[in-house]
């Protein structure tokens, strides 16, 4: 659930004028990170919907299924987007929505892990039909 107004009240205006520019620095940050891992980017697709959920007064942006490795790299590449509008909240955003994505994905492991066991446990059953003589 998203806690409400975590982003400074003054930032948020600068951010939603200079939402573009930022938006092209992060990319941008991303695109050279992915090149380097030699995979595709995970969140390229995401930013603007992540930025503007921050532009509204929270970190609770929903994240795609990829790599959390993948995410939490390009999550922290945000600071050095957001340095020029403000290098406190820069650092504050970047960790925060870190932190968003820390509950997202354990959320996501621990539903993926309760789905195995229920199917595993599905997989052990056998059906009467193949038990009668």
Known sequence: MPAEQEVPLGLIPALRQRRKEVLARWASAIEAAARR????????GTLAA???TVAEG??????PPADSRDIAAELSLL?????D???EFADAA???LLEEASA???SRAGRASSIRSWKNRQGSIV???????
Do not use: C, E, N, V
């Open 37 to 44: 891992r030699g995979r595709p980017p995970a969140l390229l």
């Open 50 to 52: 992540i930025l503007d």
């Open 58 to 63: 929270s970190f609770a942006a929903d994240l």
């Open 79 to 83: 600071r050095g987007a957001l340095r």
């Open 85 to 87: 509008l403000s290098p």
């Open 94 to 96: 970047a960790d925060r």
């Open 104 to 106: 997202q994905i354990a």
């Open 127 to 133: 059906p009467r039909s193949s038990t009668r003589r």
